[in-house]
C-alpha cells in the first residue's frame, strides 16, 4: 500500500484527539497497582492507515526523548531540558486533548532550541512499523523526522507528540481495564507538502544579423498533474549576438512532466533544432541530493530575412494558495 498523495487532514486531526493524550491524567486516580520503576518498556510505531512509509525514500526516522520520569504512584517529575514543564495533567475530554498537543509543541521548541540534545532512543518504520525495545518508564517525546518520497516530489511532515509508558486503557479513554501495559503501540500522524523545481531553457543562436539589434525568442511551458490541475506559462530569451542563452524558471511542481514549445522564434530566425520538447521537473531537494536539475535546449539560425524588433511576454507567479497569478509587463502601472 503506497502513501496517497495527500493525506486526509480530517484523518489526520482525528487522530490528533486520541493519540496525543499521553495516558497520564488518570494514573493517580485509578490504577491496578503500582508502576514497577525497574520495568523495561517497549514501544511499537506504526505508519497508520494512510501512512504505510511504503514509497517513502528512507523510512521514517524516528527518535524518542525521555521528558520526565514516573515513580510508583504515576506521578510525572520532569527533567533535562523539560524541567520546566509540568506533565500531570488529567484527561477532561477534548479540552485536554489541545492542551496535550500544546504541551507536545513545547516540549519539540525545547528540543529545537537545545539542538544537540541526545536521544533516549531511535528507530526507522520501515514497512509499516518500528520497534523499540528496552525502554525505561516516564514520559516521551516522540519526534519523527521529516522525509521523502521515493522521488521526492513529496515531503511528509510529522506531528510530534508525547506517551507515556506504560499506559492502560482506562488511562486512555477512562473505561475498560486498568492494568499497567509496558508495551504500547502507536500511530504517526503526518501530511504531505507538495514539492517544487526550477527549469532551465538553454538557447543558441547559430548566426546573428547586428543590423536587425536585438531578437527575442518565446517559449511555452505546459504541464496536468494526475489531479487535473494545468502548469502554464511563457517565457523568453533576447539575443544580441551569436552564442547561448538561458532562462530559468522557478516553483513548478515537482514529478510535472512539462512540454516546451518555442512559439515565437524572433523576426528573421528559424528552428535550426526541435520546436518542442518535454522534461520532468525535479524537485530541488532531489537536486540538493544530486539529481540533475530539469532542463531543454533549442537553436535558432538568421534567415536572411530583414525584419527586426524584440518583444516581452507574460510572466506567472505562483500564489500562497498553490494558483498562479498572471502579470503583464507591459501594463502600465496604477497610479
Not at 480530517?10 to 503500582?34: D, E, I, S
Request: charged share 20%; net charge negative; with cysteine.
Amino acid at each position: 500500500m503506497k502513501i496517497s498523495r495527500r493525506l486526509k487532514t480530517g484523518c489526520a486531526l482525528a487522530l490528533t484527539a486520541l493519540l496525543a493524550l499521553p495516558c497520564v491524567n488518570l494514573m493517580q486516580t485509578k490504577a491496578a497497582g503500582p508502576v514497577i520503576e525497574d520495568q523495561k518498556c517497549t514501544l511499537t510505531i506504526e505508519a497508520g492507515e494512510d501512512l504505510t512509509g511504503g514509497d517513502l525514500k528512507d523510512g521514517i526516522p524516528v527518535k524518542l526523548y525521555k521528558t520526565a520520569d514516573v515513580d510508583v504512584s504515576g506521578t510525572f517529575t520532569s527533567s533535562g531540558i523539560f524541567e520546566s514543564m509540568d506533565f500531570n495533567v488529567s484527561m477532561d475530554g477534548e479540552k485536554n486533548a489541545d492542551q496535550w498537543s500544546a504541551l507536545a509543541e513545547e516540549a519539540a521548541q525545547k528540543l529545537k532550541e537545545a539542538e544537540n540534545e541526545p536521544a533516549a532512543a531511535e528507530g526507522t518504520v520501515k514497512d509499516g512499523r518500528a520497534v523499540i525495545e528496552g525502554l525505561e518508564v516516564g514520559m516521551y517525546l516522540v519526534a519523527p523526522e521529516n522525509t521523502f518520497n521515493d522521488d521526492m516530489t513529496e515531503e511528509y511532515v510529522f506531528t510530534p507528540y508525547l506517551t507515556a509508558l506504560p499506559s492502560s486503557e482506562y488511562t486512555l479513554t477512562g473505561a475498560g481495564s486498568d492494568e499497567w501495559e509496558y508495551d504500547r503501540t502507536i500511530s504517526l500522524k503526518g501530511e504531505a507538502e507538495p514539492q517544487f523545481g526550477s527549469l532551465t531553457i538553454n538557447k543558441t543562436l547559430d548566426n546573428y544579423n547586428a543590423t536587425l539589434g536585438q531578437v527575442t525568442c518565446v517559449f511555452q511551458i505546459e504541464g496536468t498533474d494526475e489531479d487535473g490541475k494545468v502548469y502554464s506559462n511563457v517565457v523568453s530569451i533576447t539575443h544580441d549576438g551569436a552564442g547561448d542563452g538561458s532562462v530559468t524558471v522557478d516553483n513548478i511542481p515537482a514529478g510535472l512532466e512539462v512540454k516546451v514549445t518555442e512559439i515565437y522564434s524572433g523576426a528573421s530566425y528559424t528552428l535550426s533544432s526541435a520546436g518542442e520538447v518535454t522534461a520532468l521537473i525535479v524537485s530541488d531537494a532531489g537536486v540538493e541530493a544530486g539529481a540533475n536539475p530539469a532542463s531543454v535546449s533549442f537553436s535558432n539560425s538568421y534567415d536572411g530575412g530583414n525584419r527586426g524588433g524584440y518583444g516581452v511576454t507574460n510572466h506567472f507567479e505562483v500564489q500562497e494558495d498553490g494558483e498562479w497569478q498572471w502579470e503583464n509587463p507591459t501594463a502600465p502601472a496604477v497610479q
